[in-house]
């Protein structure tokens, strides 16, 4: 029956639920989930949120955390939090829910779980007989990008509130000025901000629009592979599959890891002839859970989230840095940031930066000489490696130089500053032909600002 996934009650956040209401009407305690209803998901706690919990406790309530995350992550959480908690819990099992109300020394009708998840915190609290609140998930202001679930959590909720047997069923518990549904000053929405089917129907219109383009523009797309090596190297490229250091999540690198190998895989080989244009998503194809992608870091609304295939504009990078040290022609190229995280050794120009998304923000170039090159892209001893091959030698070396690069504080956000240029040079001779400006770099540092090299801050 779907009223297994019914809550009990809806709060947009933790924070506009009044717990002394909650304490009057009989609860003595109350079970968290962590990511995405306390705080966002794998972020560390707030001061807002450690104060919450002082309230919650002055108020006369027992709290218990209780998530699927490792015990370290939960550790990491509640540094300055004086609360019991269950790791691994496997919700929606009804085993972490219950003994979570024996380490309260309560029972399970005094108390109350809060969380975000339908499928997953609602349906194992209602499974143990436990009230429960869900509130609203907490995503990134520019945050675009949900999981499937989502949606249908949304299609759940607008049932609940058309139920009466089901909805308001802990009557006021939300502090003054407040409600369940937020309601604040009105501002006029784009239509994909309207709801999650209004920002699925926009995506598929960039999809149908990006593909309708490709069909007008008759682009040819390659599309056979080939066990055999094309003689001649163009260029090699190479980049850590792991990046290690304070504030990077290591399950997410990992994660990234897996990600890169698998869409390696799909392009390695690949031979594009004379006049075809390399797609990335078009050889790498659709990315989902059922392939093996795993949630890795993404950028959404210029934040680092997790996110289905995160780390694939790692491969996408690294590509184009391969393709800029040969004479073929760029044809779709997105960026992001390239400070997401300190630089490991020696400055690398375009060492990050490059932005792909299914399937409308691809990355392509297109073979503009008069022979076959190949793309292989494959992994080992936690590197990516890319060569670029050819039936023939090219006759000019191609390189990557960057100027004026230094670091600079606007407002309370730091930049990397700089500019990069693709140098051609003949290999007879050693003459430069041609200096090219390929990115006036201008982007926002996503790492903590402590680890930026001083001597570069002007």
Not at 7 to 12: K, L, S, V
Not at 65 to 94: G, S, W
Not at 203 to 227: P, Q
């Amino acid at each position: 029956m779907i009223s297994q996934f019914y809550p009990y009650e809806y709060a947009d956040s933790v924070f506009f639920i009044d717990y002394n209401k909650l304490y009057n009407k009989g609860f003595r305690g109350i079970i968290f989930d962590i990511d995405n209803t306390l705080v966002h998901h794998g972020d560390d706690s707030t001061h807002e949120v450690d104060e919450l919990f002082k309230e919650i406790h002055r108020a006369g309530l027992k709290t218990v955390l209780l998530t699927n995350n490792k015990e370290n992550r939960v550790k990491r959480f509640i540094r300055n939090i004086d609360t019991m908690y269950i790791c691994d819990a496997d919700k929606p099992n009804t085993q972490g829910y219950l003994k979570a109300v024996d380490m309260m020394g309560i029972k399970k009708e005094q108390t109350v779980f809060i969380g975000d998840q339908i499928f997953t915190d609602i349906l194992g609290a209602n499974r143990s007989g436990i009230a429960s609140i869900l509130v609203k998930f907490i995503k990134l202001k520019e945050e675009k990008r949900i999981g499937k679930r989502r949606y249908a959590e949304y299609l759940i909720l607008e049932l609940w509130k058309k139920s009466n047997k089901y909805y308001n069923r802990l009557g006021d518990i939300y502090k003054e000025r407040s409600n369940k549904n937020m309601t604040q000053k009105k501002q006029r929405k784009l239509f994909c901000e309207i709801c999650p089917l209004t920002y699925a129907i926009s995506e598929a219109k960039e999809m149908f629009l990006h593909d309708l383009k490709d069909i007008k523009n008759g682009i040819r797309f390659a599309d056979t592979k080939s066990k055999k090596k094309l003689p001649n190297i163009i260029a090699s490229q190479s980049s850590g599959l792991i990046k290690r250091g304070k504030g990077i999540d290591p399950v997410l690198q990992e994660n990234k890891a897996v990600n890169i190998k698998l869409a390696s895989a799909k392009i390695n080989g690949i031979i594009i002839r004379p006049g075809e244009t390399f797609s990335f998503w078009r050889t790498v194809g659709k990315i989902t859970k059922k392939k093996g992608y795993l949630d890795g870091r993404i950028i959404s609304g210029n934040k680092l989230t997790p996110g289905l295939g995160g780390g694939l504009c790692n491969l996408g990078n690294t590509i184009h840095r391969l393709i800029l040290h040969s004479p073929l022609e760029v044809t779709e190229f997105h960026s992001h940031s390239d400070a997401l995280a300190p630089d490991e050794g020696k400055r690398v120009p375009f060492s990050s930066g490059t932005s792909v998304y299914y399937n409308y923000i691809d990355y392509r170039f297109k073979n503009n000489t008069d022979h076959n090159v190949q793309l292989l892209a494959w992994c080992k001893d936690d590197k990516l490696y890319c060569q670029l091959r050819s039936e023939v030698p090219a006759p000019y070396n191609y390189n990557l130089a960057e100027e004026n690069h230094h670091f600079h504080k606007d407002g309370d956000k730091y930049y990397r500053i700089s500019k990069i240029y693709k140098i051609t040079t003949d290999k007879k001779t050693g003459k430069i032909i041609e200096k090219k400006l390929v990115r006036d770099n201008h982007s926002e540092v996503m790492y903590d600002y402590s680890l930026i090299p001083k001597e570069l801050i002007r």
